[in-house]
């Protein structure tokens, strides 16, 4: 087999099933758009009905959407069944439901002392159990077939804990720290063929963020939005777009000897110590 065909083979995923958890969100969507465009039947998963639906009609190729709450194990057991009878078989899981509360973040009118408890469990329970609870009902899947990728999202913040935002960054440190137990249990227990990693974006404009790293009025940077850029040496936020190689490699055969690896996209932040 020539390199170019062989290459063409290790990054296939036509006709695979894959599985995104918040997938109507500004990241999310993006990788479902790239696991489409290569092949794979997409089921998004999202709080709402309405965005799902929306978006897997944009996606074709049997595309569904659907209503799931990530945090109610028997919705997720609901979104599977639908799946099975649909497809058969779960091949790809992207768990990518996160997100941040303003309330479990630190500032000059809420201090650490202050922080209430239950709006820090809202955002741990949100990244890591809506991670946990997810592989559970979809790795049980993957543990009878036999075979299967996880990705999960976890974040520089895993890497570095960033200033303001201790839930977030302790919660997604959980994750990486999760998707390496996961991956070693998979293979010990169930089969060598099931593989679990993570991606961890660097920083990205979404709506969640946009505000507070550049100006709402100006649109220019704001000062943690400069310390940001002058942290990461290839000088920019990420884009969607920069995520989607990695994920691509990550649920292909390309990657058939990777499992447990939290992979930075980051344009260099996490490795530059700032001199």
């Known amino acids: 087999m020539k390199v170019n065909q062989h290459m063409s083979v290790s990054f296939d995923v036509q006709g695979k099933v894959a599985v995104v958890t918040g997938g109507a969100g500004v990241l999310c969507a ?13 089921v998004v998963l999202d709080l709402f009905a309405g965005p799902a639906e929306a978006l897997a009609a944009e996606l074709g190729n049997g595309a569904i959407g659907l209503a799931c709450n990530v945090l109610e194990k028997d919705s997720l057991e609901a979104a599977a069944q639908h799946v099975m009878a649909k497809f058969g078989r779960i091949d790809i899981l992207v768990n990518g439901a996160g997100g941040n509360k303003p309330q479990a973040s630190t500032n000059a009118e809420q201090k650490f002392f202050d922080l209430p408890a ?9 990244n890591f159990i809506g991670t946990l609870l997810p592989s559970q009902v979809f790795g049980k899947i993957m543990a009878e077939q036999k075979s299967g990728v996880i990705v999960n999202i976890s974040s520089m ?36 063929e099931i593989r679990v990693n993570a991606i961890a974006p660097g920083f990205f404009l979404t709506e969640q963020n946009r505000f507070l790293l550049t100006d ?30 990695t994920l691509l490699w990550l ?11 939290v992979v930075p996209v980051d344009g260099g932040f996490s490795v530059y110590s700032g001199v």
């Open 30 to 42: 993006a990788m479902c758009r790239a696991l489409a465009g290569a092949g794979a039947r997409v």
């Open 216 to 245: 709402k009025e100006t649109g220019k940077l704001t000062a943690r939005g400069k310390t940001i850029i002058a942290h990461t040496p290839q000088n920019r936020f990420g884009t969607p777009e920069d995520l989607l190689g």
């Open 251 to 261: 649920v292909s055969p390309a990657s058939a000897f990777v499992t447990g690896v």
């Open 157 to 192: 913040n895993a890497f570095r804990p960033l200033t303001r935002i201790p839930a977030y960054s302790a919660a997604k440190a959980a994750v990486s720290n999760f998707t390496q137990w996961l991956a070693v249990h998979m293979a010990q227990e169930y089969s060598t």
């Open 118 to 126: 239950d709006a820090v469990q809202w955002v741990f329970n949100l």
